[in-house]
């Protein structure tokens, strides 16, 4: 089959139509990929091999496709049923830039027809690295309104970072504060309020408690390159009367220095579907528990895909195409998908 092919790390993209197609295990499910969303992990799979389990390699992880053979295990999908989701990063035979991959039956959504095959591929990881970051993180409820109090704030660090966490922290009752451009558009973040991360740090902190007046405990850094200002942030500005302090980022491979009274988690997203490890399988047991609540949101509406923007024609080889249009931008909330095949195919 087709694929995009890395030969090593630092390697370029290559288009081939020699690849093998997968056979799912029991509890797999085969998918053919019909759209694709470009994400900023595979190119830091590409130039670090951080997360790639073998080489050469097939990358991608959002994915919007068809079930075309199920395991003999398998009781969520059937044949011909939609899916999406986050497959497993960097582990041959799972990536979505090629013609048919693998996901796993406990780690994948099940696509109902509110959800376009475009808008499918644009929820996989921002949402499942927000509820890791919000819910196994800062230890809020994934319910509706289960703040105990709905004028406390949530700091988000990366506001146009593309994760989906306003649209969870919001639904689940709290108030937003996103640091963003000066550009971005706080209505189209879903933030209640904005604060920009170009201003000098202690400007920032002066806006976040201007702005809270100190009613926050949880801060989540989705842009994994501001924890100074989150740790900063919850220490200085947040509420004196918290008995704990929680703080979540997506950078989980550099270390953090502490702070008396907060509590640090790291987003794995990387772990899906992966084993060997306590927090490995915590991580894969959160994410598992997720997704039933995540589906009934978004097919009711109360979640919603992002806004996106297809580039190039139809075929696996258009995601060069979406990979070049990915790097060239210059911020943007859009996320950028590919078609990888016809509707109809």
């Avoid at 970072?161 to 969870?168: E, M, P, S």
């Avoid at 000098?200 to 842009?223: H, M, N, V, W, Y």
Wanted: charged share 20%; with cysteine; glycine share 12%.
């Amino acid at each position: 089959m087709k694929g995009i092919l890395l030969e090593k790390v630092g390697g370029e993209f290559t288009l081939v139509d020699t690849l093998e197609k997968p056979k799912p295990g029991p509890t797999q499910v085969l998918v053919k990929s019909l759209v694709a969303g470009i994400n900023p992990v595979e190119g830091f799979m590409q130039m670090t091999g951080m997360l790639v389990t073998a080489w050469p390699i097939v990358l991608g992880c959002d994915a919007s496709g068809t079930v075309v053979e199920v395991g003999s295990s398998v009781k969520k999908f059937s044949e011909g049923d939609g899916i999406y989701g986050c497959t497993r990063l960097g582990t041959p035979g799972y990536c979505t830039f090629q013609e048919y991959f693998l996901m796993d039956e406990n780690l994948a959504f099940k696509k109902s027809e509110a959800i376009s095959l475009e808008g499918a591929a644009t929820i996989g990881v921002g949402i499942l690295t927000a509820c890791l970051g919000l819910i196994s993180g800062t230890k809020i409820k994934l319910e509706q309104n289960s703040a105990a109090d709905s004028n406390e704030w949530i700091i988000v660090l990366g506001g146009s970072a593309g994760v989906g966490q306003y649209a969870v922290a919001k639904l689940c009752g709290y108030k937003v504060l996103a640091t963003c451009s000066p550009s971005s558009d706080k209505a189209s973040l879903g933030a209640d309020a904005t604060v920009s991360y170009k201003i000098p740090l202690a400007e920032q902190l002066a806006e976040i408690a201007k702005i809270t007046k100190g009613k926050f405990s949880r801060c989540f850094d989705a842009s994994a390159m501001a924890a100074e200002t989150g740790m900063d942030a919850l220490a200085q500005c947040g509420d004196p009367d918290a008995q704990v302090k929680h703080f979540a980022s997506t950078n989980d491979w550099v270390p953090i220095e502490p702070k008396e009274g907060v509590e640090v988690y790291l987003c794995s997203l990387g772990q899906i579907g992966r084993s060997g490890s306590e927090h490995t399988a915590q991580v894969n047991q959160d994410m598992e528990g997720f997704i039933p609540v995540l589906e009934r949101y978004f097919d009711e509406g109360l979640l919603k895909p992002m806004e996106y923007e297809v580039v190039g024609d139809v075929g696996v080889g258009e995601v060069l195409k979406g990979l070049d249009a990915f790097n060239a931008r210059k911020g943007g909330e859009k996320k950028v998908v590919v078609r990888i095949a016809p509707d109809s195919a």
